[in-house]
C-alpha cells in the first residue's frame, strides 16, 4: 500500500507541559478536546507501547475510534494508531509532540498515513485544528469554549444514531 497524506497542526499553550500531557492521555474522564471522548485502554496498567486502545462515547456503549498505543514519552510525546471504527478505513497514526516554548508549550499535532481519498482523510484534516483550538482552551481556562460543550450535549442526545457497527460489544480491547 502507498504511504498516505500527512497532515500537521499546531499551537501555543499557556500551561504547563504535564498539563497539556495530561489532558491528551487522562482516561477515566472525558477528554474535552478529543471530541468528549474517553480514552480506553486494553488489559494492563497504563499506557504502554503495544497496548490496545479506544476512543470511546461517554456512556462506552460506542468505540468510535480503536488503535493501539506507539509511543509514549511523558510529557513529550504521545503516538497511537488510529482507525474509525464506522469506516473501516486502513489505519492512520497520530502524534502529540510537546515542546517548551517562550509564553507556554508548542503543541504539534502530526497525521501520518492518512488514507487518501476517505473518510478518515475528510474527519482528520478537519479534527486537527477543532482539537488543537479546544485543548488551549481546557488547560488555559478549565473548559471547552460554549459551542464545543454544546456540541458535546447533543453528541451524549444523540449517540443512538451512531451506526451499530461501531459498538463497543463489536470492538474488544483484550
Not at 82 to 109: I, R, S
Not at 139 to 153: C, H, Q, S
Request: some cysteine; proline content about 5%; aromatic content about 8%.
Amino acid at each position: 500500500m502507498a504511504e498516505g497524506k500527512k497532515a500537521v497542526f499546531r499551537i501555543v499553550i499557556d500551561g504547563s507541559m504535564e498539563a497539556v500531557y495530561r489532558e491528551l492521555t487522562k482516561t477515566g474522564e472525558p477528554q474535552g478536546a478529543v471530541f468528549n471522548s474517553m480514552l480506553t485502554l486494553g488489559a494492563g496498567t497504563g499506557l504502554v507501547r503495544g497496548r490496545k486502545m479506544q476512543m470511546r462515547t461517554v456512556s462506552g456503549k460506542y468505540a468510535v475510534v480503536r488503535g493501539e498505543v506507539v509511543e509514549v514519552d511523558p510529557p513529550r510525546r504521545f503516538a497511537h494508531t488510529h482507525q474509525f471504527t464506522a469506516h473501516g478505513d486502513p489505519f492512520c497514526t497520530v502524534v502529540y509532540d510537546l515542546k517548551k516554548v517562550e509564553g507556554g508549550v508548542e503543541v504539534t499535532l502530526t497525521v501520518e498515513n492518512i488514507p487518501s481519498g476517505t473518510k478518515t482523510e475528510n474527519e482528520m484534516m478537519k479534527g486537527g485544528d477543532f482539537i488543537l483550538k479546544n485543548l488551549k482552551a481546557i488547560v488555559e481556562t478549565g473548559r471547552p469554549p460554549f459551542g464545543t460543550r454544546l456540541m458535546y450535549a447533543m453528541f451524549g442526545a444523540l449517540e443512538f444514531v451512531l451506526p451499530a457497527k461501531s459498538k463497543s460489544d463489536n470492538w474488544p480491547l483484550d
